[in-house]
């Protein structure tokens, strides 16, 4: 069986239901929203789409309920697994992609005082957010990879509210 395209959203969908066991498309919905969904941006039909072209490609099993709403219920396969380890031993030399609204707005003229207030408020509100994360996984040596990302999304958020509070 030849090897599909994989791309990042491949790998999330591999990556959370190695790291759950198995999950729905609706599961994988509530984690994506709950960690990576922080740093990648998934569209929620992909997470419906992308597990029945996993599975059929061999990557993951799917499972249906007899009755009820028919739920598919996902696991990956060993086939799935080896393909998780191979993209994170992979590099990475891909550019990080700056998606930002109010960068945007200020690009096209917008007055930079008036965005930056609603900016600055916004990333406030997530590093409250991250912080508190944060704090309570980071001593959880099983989380070693969500606490490092958690980190860097700290940095990130601490680098945005010194940016937008300049323009104020």
């Known amino acids: 069986m030849q090897e599909p395209n994989l791309t990042p959203v491949s790998y999330i969908v591999l990556g959370m239901i190695a790291w759950a066991g198995k999950a729905t498309p609706y599961d994988l ?3 994506v929203a709950a960690s990576v969904g922080n740093l990648w941006s998934v569209q929620h039909a992909q997470l419906y789409t992308e597990p029945a072209r996993l599975a059929g490609a061999g990557l993951l099993t ?3 309920e007899e009755g009820g709403r028919r739920r598919k219920t996902y696991s990956v396969t060993a086939r799935g697994r ?3 380890e191979r993209w994170l031993a992979s590099p990475t030399a891909e ?5 930002d609204p109010g960068l945007l707005k200020v690009f096209f003229g917008a007055e930079p005082a008036s965005v930056a207030a609603d900016q600055l408020e916004v990333h406030e509100q997530k590093l409250a957010q ?6 309570s996984i980071a001593s959880d040596e ?4 969500p606490a490092l990302t958690l980190e860097a999304g700290i940095r990130h958020e601490r680098e945005w509210i010194r940016f937008w509070r ?3």
Not at 95 to 99: A, C, H, S, V
Not at 130 to 135: A, G, I, K, L, P
């Open 130 to 135: 991250y912080e508190e994360t944060y704090s």
């Open 142 to 145: 099983s989380l070693r990879g």
């Open 29 to 31: 919905k509530q984690m």
């Open 82 to 84: 080896r393909a998780l």
């Open 62 to 64: 799917e499972k249906r």
């Open 166 to 168: 300049e323009l104020v």
């Open 95 to 99: 550019d990080y992609e700056l998606r």
